[in-house]
């Protein structure tokens, strides 16, 4: 990874009829992302809730070192329903600069099957590309990393189950095995590479294990303090500001 996110800030108002008085959730975090006892990276959401309705975005952009080097931005927006930890996005829309050319790629759903991303300028066509059609119940990264990282009420860490598809790659990433070390829960947890990547991604590696930590709040729900794992740079860990 050689990027870093900065902190965007979302405001949102969600209706839904005959709800008005819905209980909306909040969250916004910043992390920052270390490589090897590097500063490389900073990754940022700002996120609501409210009756069974969600809207998340985020950033990522490079920092520390690596911006001096290269300066990488992804800016991306997704929404949906919520029931539960249970995810259905109905669109995602995501902005990269890797520091040469911009893009624009955006996906949409229909009863939680994503539909053919479009991306500007126009991508050519894999023959490991994975079917859209054949992706009902996954989400996009964005609301996968938001699922992960929000605040949650106490007895709700560690429940995090998702498989995800970007238009390109499938993926999936799990918690589970929760362990307390004082008042702070340790949730361990496996992001796995599945499909449309080359047979060398494959063969580097399939299973990346990490740990992540939450903290609680005084407000006597559980935050998300840092993520640490084994990256294909070796160790890294995401910390919250």
Request: glycine share 8%.
């Amino acid at each position: 990874m050689t990027a870093s996110f900065r902190t965007l800030a979302l405001s949102l108002m969600l209706v839904l009829p005959g709800m008005a008085h819905a209980q909306r959730i909040e969250d916004k975090a910043t992390f920052d992302v270390v490589i090897r006892g590097i500063s490389a990276a900073s990754l940022s959401f700002s996120g609501a809730e409210e009756g069974n309705r969600y809207a998340v975005s985020g950033l990522l952009k490079s920092a520390g070192i690596a911006a001096l080097f290269r300066k990488i931005s992804y800016r991306a927006t997704a929404k949906g329903t919520v029931n539960g930890t249970r995810y259905t996005p109905s669109s995602y829309v995501e902005e990269a600069d890797n520091g040469k050319t911009q893009s624009t790629s955006t996906m949409t759903y229909s009863r939680g099957v994503p539909n053919a991303v479009q991306y500007t300028p126009p991508r050519k066509g894999r023959d490991k590309d994975v079917n859209p059609a054949t992706m009902g119940g996954t989400v996009d990264t964005l609301t996968a990393l938001y699922a992960i990282l929000r605040d949650v009420d106490v007895g709700q860490e560690c429940k995090v189950s998702l498989k995800m598809y970007d238009g390109r790659y499938v993926s999936s990433i799990a918690l589970a095995n929760l362990s307390r070390q004082g008042n702070a829960v340790i949730c361990s947890g496996q992001y796995i590479r599945i499909q449309g990547f080359s047979a060398e991604e494959m063969a580097e590696r399939t299973v990346f294990p990490f740990t992540l930590t939450y903290q609680p709040l005084d407000n006597g729900r559980m935050r998300v303090t840092e993520v640490a794992m084994q990256s294909i740079y070796g160790k890294a860990a995401m910390k919250r500001r």
